[in-house]
């Protein structure tokens, strides 16, 4: 293959929904509130956190906090069964209506008591398997309803990129600074990601050419994407300026649990389902991760880290979770991986020792990364599990079997093996 016959990797990046400026994130402020027609699920959505409608299992829930919370399932049930027609041609609608259905249907479930049937009303299950069916991803929260589209600016600005520091979450279960700061530090770094998203788009044009002066290149932008996902993980990390662990653990992340991780082990149930010949039932349920930013796939991909599936039946983690992302970032992972001339093999093959080091030193940059990212799980997740009066993640497990992740994963063992991934792909 010649370069001229070779259309390079990034050249249509846009198509993908990719933007030069936003990468992952939506290319301007996301639509905030859907038109009037369906105002009322907006309506229901703000009375949710009007009444601080609190989790079923929340330990020391009150007799008035449940009545509250019925009061909610009850309007939500009563809810008539809105089209969703007059918006099936405006991606923004409908990313607006999947992110506000989703909240509805997390409030509905999880404000439940633990033990109650999970059966999602037709006011709520019908037009959101309807949107997602045309978006094509799950019927539920994902990283892209609670970080991608999920934004508005905290100051007016003219700028066409948003300041990393001048994002605010516009949607939230529980209206916290907490919850907030979750969801803006995944906001922070897919921002601060573009940069490294042009590297790669210049470092992959350059493996085109492939001569002396592009090895000098390469080197270069390898250098400086070093630096870039250094800076990646001071942003995870701040993520403990104003997160609370403990609030994060107990009041944040019991809305997110996906059917997979239900308490009770129960089946989600999508009223009306079958009075409607095109839609199915769907097949997996995961709560929303952040294993679901392209962001981190796509540097996966480029480094050629390569995940693995604990069995050889059943597709690895990473993969399960780009069923979440919305198709068009899917797409591009697709695209990525049928690189004809992955980086590696390039560095491999060029003998450069230069670039040798370079490439490693981003390498160990993700593996740090990650790195602070176990950290980071343990203290918002392993710590606080054992510190809840009631563990309810262990009470899942049972005794003697191991913490679980909301997308179900056996937790550190999954989290160590995406590290040693990452590190087998330093080159010797
Ligand atoms: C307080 C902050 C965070 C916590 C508590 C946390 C926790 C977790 C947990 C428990 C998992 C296991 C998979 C699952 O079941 O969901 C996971 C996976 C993952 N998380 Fe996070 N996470 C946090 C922030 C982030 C951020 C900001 C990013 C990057 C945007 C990120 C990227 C990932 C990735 C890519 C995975 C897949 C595993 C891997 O690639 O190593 N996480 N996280």
């Known amino acids: 293959m010649t370069p001229s016959t070779v259309k390079p990797l990034f050249q249509d990046a846009n198509v993908f929904d990719v ?3 936003t990468g992952f994130m939506s290319p301007g402020v996301p639509l905030s509130r859907l038109p009037v027609q369906w105002e009322a699920w907006e309506a229901i959505l703000d009375a949710a956190s009007t009444a601080k409608i609190q989790p079923g299992d929340k330990p020391d829930i009150t007799e008035q906090e449940m009545a509250a919370s019925k009061g909610w399932r009850d309007s939500a049930r009563k809810l008539p069964v809105l089209s969703i027609t007059d918006m099936e041609s405006t991606p923004v609608e409908l990313r607006r209506a999947h992110l506000v259905l989703a909240y509805l249907l997390h409030f509905y479930v999880h404000s439940l008591p633990p033990t109650a049937p999970v059966s999602i009303p037709r006011s709520i299950s019908l037009p959101l398997l309807r949107v997602s069916i045309i978006l094509d991803i799950p019927p539920l929260l994902t990283f892209a309803d609670t970080v991608l589209y999920n934004w508005v600016l905290r100051k007016p600005s003219d700028s066409e990129v948003p300041a990393v520091q001048n994002l605010q979450t516009k949607t939230m279960f529980t209206g916290l ?16 990601g573009v940069e490294a998203l042009e590297l790669m788009r210049a470092t992959m044009d350059e493996i085109f050419i492939g001569d002396g002066t592009a090895v000098r290149r390469i080197t270069e932008y390898l250098t400086t994407m ?9 942003l995870l990390q701040d993520v403990r300026k104003q997160c609370d662990p403990d609030i994060y653990y107990n009041e944040v992340r019991p809305w997110f649990r996906g059917e997979d991780s239900d308490l009770e082990r129960r089946k989600w149930v ?16 995961s709560g929303p991760s952040a294993g679901q930013s392209s962001m981190i796939h796509v540097l996966d991909i480029f480094l050629g880290v390569k995940h693995q599936s604990p069995s050889p039946d059943k597709p690895s983690f990473m993969s399960r979770m780009q069923r979440y992302m919305p198709r068009n970032h899917r797409l591009f992972l697709d695209h990525l991986n049928a690189n004809p001339r ?16 370079a490439f490693n030193r981003v390498v160990i940059a993700l593996k740090e990364f990650r790195d602070a990212h176990m950290i980071i799980a343990t203290l918002y997740i392993l710590g606080p599990a054992r510190r809840a009066a009631k563990q309810v993640w262990t009470n899942l497990a049972g005794p003697g079997e191991p913490l679980k992740g909301t997308g179900g994963t056996d937790l550190v063992k999954f989290l160590k093996d995406t590290r040693s991934r990452t590190t087998e792909t330093i080159i010797p």
């Open 342 to 357: 992955p980086l590696r093999a390039f560095v491999m093959s060029s003998e450069n020792a230069e670039l040798h080091d």
């Open 270 to 285: 999508f009223e009306g389902l079958g009075e409607d010949p095109s839609l199915s039932p769907p097949v997996e349920l």
């Open 19 to 21: 933007d030069p400026s």
């Open 226 to 234: 070093t630096g870039v996902i250094n800076e990646l993980k001071v």
């Open 177 to 192: 600074i907490d919850e907030e700061e979750f969801y803006l530090c995944s906001g922070r770094i897919e921002l601060r």
